[in-house]
């Protein structure tokens, strides 16, 4: 079987209002793998104007839903010490918060170069599970990866003269916490597949950032004591947005048509049979949108917004690719 693409120009949409800048916008407390955060000036401008109930279903570190316009926004995300955290952080006062963060930094010693007071902390957290202690574990741990064992202790390993909670991590945090209690938020912690989509109607809007099938990352490697990420998986997610296509139900979908030399068929065929859906171009870099080529680098990724309306702003030529499968 042959894969053949063309690319095909769509008419250039210039925007109503200037594009947004990331500065303007609330950034996650968590960095978060894969998070979309460098990158909302691309996708919220391609979102419907108007919301009603804008749901995130795979939320990670809530950085598109807390940037959206809604009436309503539901957060939902498998991993339940993630959604507990939110619901600690939304629900409790800010300066109990944060003295209650500076009182463990300061109990535990932790520091960049301080291995043996993260350790201690770490099992401290992993005693108690308070969901105030797991925002402070994840700003020393490596990375900022969120990691449990199949026990469900959290078991990443210390991040060495790289990681920890800082101004700029407490600034974000304050600002999250304020945008969290401002606007009408529900956190959710569902298996997407068992998320209950019933009360949707057509002005509504879902938005999918699954792990990426192709791409390699703590989310989807099964090592996080969560249900990981297969085919199955990602089957089971194009037919559900396609039956909510059906229903009128508008979406938008992240995800990697090709990876580091690999390509991701599943999505691909399941563009080729649904050509009334959009594919709008990521910038590589996360800088702008500007996708005047497509880099066909084997080391590069060419990430997609994929929806099933024609979005409301285009600030740049923008690409759709047909695909033509051939035996």
């Not at 909510?244 to 065929?269: P, Q, T, Y």
Request: hydrophobic content about 35%.
């Amino acid at each position: 079987m042959v894969l053949n693409l063309a690319i095909k120009e769509r008419k250039e949409i210039k925007p109503e209002v200037n594009s947004c800048k990331t500065n303007n916008f609330v950034k996650s407390p968590l960095n978060y793998i894969g998070g979309k955060y460098k990158i909302l000036d691309q996708i919220i401008p391609l979102f419907p104007n108007e919301i009603n109930c804008f749901v995130d279903l795979f939320a990670g570190g809530c950085n598109v839903g807390i940037n959206v316009d809604a009436q309503e926004i539901i957060f939902n995300d498998n991993l339940i010490y993630l959604v507990d955290l939110y619901r600690t952080l939304q629900n409790k006062e800010l300066l109990s918060i944060l003295k209650h963060i500076h009182t463990q930094i300061n109990k535990f010693d932790l520091s960049k170069e301080n291995e043996a007071g993260y350790k201690r902390f770490r099992l401290h957290y992993n005693s108690t599970q308070n969901p105030l202690d797991l925002l402070v574990l994840v700003a020393y741990s490596f990375n900022h990866q969120i990691r449990f064992n199949n026990s469900h202790e959290f078991n990443n390993p210390f991040g060495r003269n790289r990681s920890s909670y800082n101004q700029n991590t407490e600034r974000n945090l304050i600002s999250f916490i304020n945008a969290v209690k401002s606007k009408n938020v529900e956190f959710q912690s569902l298996s997407f597949d068992a998320f209950n989509f019933n009360s949707l109607g057509k002005s509504d809007f879902i938005y999918c950032d699954p792990p990426y099938l192709i791409a390699t990352g703590t989310y989807n490697d099964g090592k996080r004591g969560f249900k990981g990420w297969s085919k199955n998986e990602e089957f089971k997610l194009l037919e559900m947005l396609d039956s909510l296509n059906s229903k009128g139900i508008m979406f938008a979908l992240s995800n990697v048509l090709e990876h580091k030399g690999k390509s991701n068929d599943i999505l691909k065929s399941w563009l080729n049979k649904n050509k009334q859906y959009a594919t709008n171009y990521i910038h590589k870099n996360y800088s702008n949108s500007n996708y005047q080529t497509i880099d066909r680098n084997k080391s590069s990724s060419t990430e997609v917004l994929i929806t099933n309306y024609t979005p409301p702003q285009i600030n740049n030529k923008n690409l759709q690719l047909v695909f033509d499968y051939k035996k």
